[in-house]
């Protein structure tokens, strides 16, 4: 059974590798769909991603979901807006990269974990411990010395970890599965994506059927480079223990700031580095207090509770205190 267990821990940990390194190499396919531009790329991820998903659930026969959602008007207008933020946060993610913001871009998913917790200070009124006050801090410091080093806020960055931070307390209250929270978002997503694409087709300006059967192919394929991390991130957090994930999902955003510097040769001037290092110190914090407080929650084993009650009852009273 131990062994088993050990199995299954290691299944999910490669799927978690698989599906933040997935996330974290998916600059390099971008640039692949041009000359399209964001906007065309963006729609027709939203068309294939829902072509693919609703093979998957053909699959796996799982349908039960979308009737109770549609009988929830206030849980099917929550997932509305949920694909209107990721819709925003999948285009300004795409523009970014095809424009060389890869590095600006990384900063953001950084930075993501710090606008979680201050989204849950200041709308959801939780309590902070005085370590994740410091990050949060430490995280405030450094967008103030990135936006000296860039000349301007970090925009791209402050959207795209704003934009995911209220999707993720969004999908939390919706509480519907990975592939069919990605269902239900691109069925909403689906026909206004497809109407711009008929739009842009009869302006002549769709690369979809000019381009050659390649470009259109991996226009097509927008749809499993969406699903198939998600499809793995699904299996690891049903294997793998929160904490674990928690550090995984740094991985995606290390993977694109060294494909930033040094696949797409963007500018780091010492300013920005500043910038930087001060994210990572409050990720660092921010990581060892979550660990710390995984340690002190995590119920003592029974050998050592009885170990501990031993001890106790030969101690005199002053050192059992």
Not at 157 to 182: H, I, P, Q, R
Not at 213 to 236: E, S
Request: aromatic share 10%; net charge positive; with cysteine.
């Amino acid at each position: 059974m131990a062994e088993q267990s050990r199995g299954e821990q290691r299944i999910g940990l490669l799927n978690g590798v698989a599906a933040y390194g997935m996330w974290g190499l998916v600059p390099l396919f971008w640039p692949l769909l041009r000359p399209a531009g964001a906007v065309e790329i963006l729609a027709h991820r939203m068309v294939w991603s829902l072509a693919v998903v609703a093979v998957a659930l053909l699959v796996v026969r799982r349908w039960g979901w979308a009737r109770e959602l549609l009988r929830q008007p206030r849980r099917l207008g929550l997932v509305a807006f949920a694909a209107a933020v990721i819709t925003v946060n999948w285009g300004l993610y795409i523009w970014a990269v095809n424009t060389g913001h890869v590095v600006e871009a990384s900063l953001g998913y950084f930075i993501n974990p710090l606008v979680t917790i201050a989204i849950g200070v200041l709308l959801l009124k939780e309590r902070l411990r005085p370590v994740q006050w410091a990050a949060v801090g430490i995280g405030f410091a450094a967008v103030l010395v990135l936006s000296i080093g860039y000349g301007r806020p970090p925009w791209i960055s402050l959207v795209l970890a704003f934009s995911f931070a209220t999707y993720g307390l969004v999908k939390k209250k919706v509480n519907l599965g990975g592939v069919e929270s990605l269902a239900a978002e691109t069925a909403i997503q689906f026909l206004p994506a497809l109407a711009f694409l008929l739009w842009l087709t009869s302006q002549g300006d769709s690369t979809f059927s000019t381009e050659g059967p390649g470009h259109a192919a991996l226009l097509a394929a927008t749809g499993l480079v969406t699903a198939a991390p998600l499809v793995c991130f699904g299996a690891a957090a049903i294997r793998v223990p929160l904490s674990t994930l928690g550090l995984l999902q740094y991985l995606a955003p290390v993977f694109q700031f060294l494909l930033g510097i040094l696949y797409f040769h963007e500018a780091m001037p010492p300013e920005r580095w500043a910038g930087f290092a001060l994210v990572w110190l409050a990720l660092t914090l921010l990581t060892w207090d979550a660990w710390r407080a995984v340690r002190r929650s995590r119920p003592r084993p029974l050998t050592e509770l009885a170990l501990a009650e031993g001890v106790g009852e030969r101690l005199p009273s002053r050192e059992r205190i």
